[in-house]
């Protein structure tokens, strides 16, 4: 299994502002994956980061918004910039067990941000 | 593109009781994953149960079981001896055998538990 850990859990934000999310993964892992859950919403992914590449970004939304950094196999980072109340949402960050047992996909606790 | 449908938005349920929750799912590959995840209140997502396409035993884990049709692209969750700690978000989620996949979510379904 992976255990996986995010910073801040929450936040309040100013319109206009940015706000970095760490991911923490307690394994190596090769991929990384970014979702929003907008409230009552389901989860949709943001993009998916590979170490030591760019990462790949879904349809309706742009690394200019959302940039990513994965600067290792245990570490990445979500910036939701310029900020409006729109982005006021659940981001998850989670990661892809290839293991022996369960290919299984395991998520992160979540960051709430409330953008004011 | 593959689709998740989940086709009931709330349920309900008499403790002790058993619920079916609803998914179909829509996809041309024949080689997939499908899992039924919970979100409780503290939003963490937990793996209740995954079911490999290529199986035709339907996944069990203790109260929690799934019937999968892979004909019919239909893939519900059965909770027996409903407890109050079931009461969460349940999304249904396909992810195809790819290992460079992603994992798409349907809209959820929130059960709720009678005492």
């Known amino acids: 299994s992976a255990v996986i850990s995010q910073k801040p859990s929450r936040d309040i934000c100013q319109r206009g502002t940015s706000l970095t999310i760490q991911c923490q993964v307690d394994?190596?892992?090769?991929?990384m994956f970014w979702y929003r859950q907008q409230p009552g919403q389901s989860l949709t992914l943001i993009a998916t980061?590979?170490?030591?590449?760019?990462?790949?970004?879904e349809s309706g939304f742009v690394i200019d918004k959302f940039p990513i950094s994965r600067p290792n196999l245990t570490f990445s980072t979500l910036t939701v910039s310029n900020m409006s109340p729109e982005d006021s949402s659940i981001y998850l960050c989670?990661?892809?067990?290839?293991?022996?047992?369960?290919?299984?996909?395991?998520f992160g606790p979540g960051t709430r941000l409330t953008v004011l | 593109a593959q689709t998740v449908t989940q086709s009931q938005p709330e349920m309900s349920v008499q403790e002790a009781e058993t619920v079916t929750l609803s998914c179909t799912y829509d996809?041309?590959?024949?080689?997939?994953?499908l899992f039924w995840y919970k979100q409780p209140p503290s939003r963490q997502m937990i793996l209740v149960i995954r079911?490999?396409?290529?199986?035709?035993q339907n996944a069990t884990e203790n109260r929690f079981s799934v019937n999968f049709q892979k004909a019919a692209k239909s893939f519900s969750l059965k909770i027996s001896d409903s407890q109050l700690g079931d009461a969460a978000m349940y999304f249904c989620?396909?992810?195809?055998?790819?290992?460079?996949?992603?994992?798409?979510f349907g809209s959820g379904t929130r059960l709720s538990i009678r005492p």
């Open positions: 989670s990661v892809f067990s290839s293991g022996a047992a369960r290919n299984e996909q395991f």
């Open positions: 394994s190596q892992v090769t991929m």
């Open positions: 980061a590979n170490q030591g590449s760019e990462a790949t970004y």
């Open positions: 996809t041309s590959e024949s080689d997939y994953y």
């Open positions: 079911q490999e396409a290529y199986k035709q």
């Open positions: 989620a396909y992810r195809s055998a790819s290992s460079a996949s992603k994992i798409i």
